[in-house]
Each structure stands twice: as C-alpha cells, then as structure tokens.
C-alpha cells in the first residue's frame, strides 16, 4: 500500500511528486513541495554563510590596515588622545 501523502502532510499528486530510480532498480518518490523548501532554506544558509565570510575577512583586513596605520604613523591612533612629545 503506497502513501498518499509526504511525512509534512503534502499530497503526492502527479504535478507534486518527484520520481527517482536507483541503480537497483527501485524507485523512489519524493514531495516536490519538501525538495523546493529544502533546496531554497539550504541556499539561504549558504547565502548567509557567504555572507558571514565577507564580513570576517573585512574585520580581518581592517585589522590589518588599522596595525599597519599605527606602525607607520605613530600619532594616527592612539587611546588616551594626546599627541607624543
């Protein structure tokens, strides 16, 4: 007896269901509905990771930069405000 509808509740119909067949033979189905969510929040979490990359090799490189501005020029940042004598 095949199910009638996907473990989230989705029916399987004929425009819904994907149809996959193994190298043994065997075919498989799945709920177009679940494939569609779970390769749109799989692409958001890698879009989101991408974008949490950037942003750590930003600071990184502004790190960089802000080390090589006080190497170079002394006076260009310094916590207590004073000038050096």
């Given amino acids: 007896m095949m199910k009638t509808h996907c473990k989230r509740?989705?029916?399987y119909t004929p425009k819904?269901?994907?149809w996959n067949q193994q190298s043994n033979g065997k075919r498989t189905?799945?709920?177009?509905t679940c494939a569609n969510?779970?390769?749109r929040n799989g692409s958001r979490r890698n879009e989101k990771a991408k974008r949490q990359?950037?942003?750590a090799e930003r600071r990184q490189l502004m790190r960089h930069v802000d080390?090589?501005?006080?190497f170079f020029?002394?006076?260009a940042k310094r916590g207590d405000g004073e000038q050096p004598a």
């Fill in 53 to 55: 990359h950037r942003l």
């Fill in 9 to 11: 509740g989705h029916k």
């Fill in 67 to 70: 080390m090589e501005r006080m």
């Fill in 73 to 75: 020029d002394p006076m």
């Fill in 16 to 18: 819904n269901t994907i």
């Fill in 37 to 39: 969510n779970l390769h």
């Fill in 29 to 32: 189905r799945k709920c177009r």
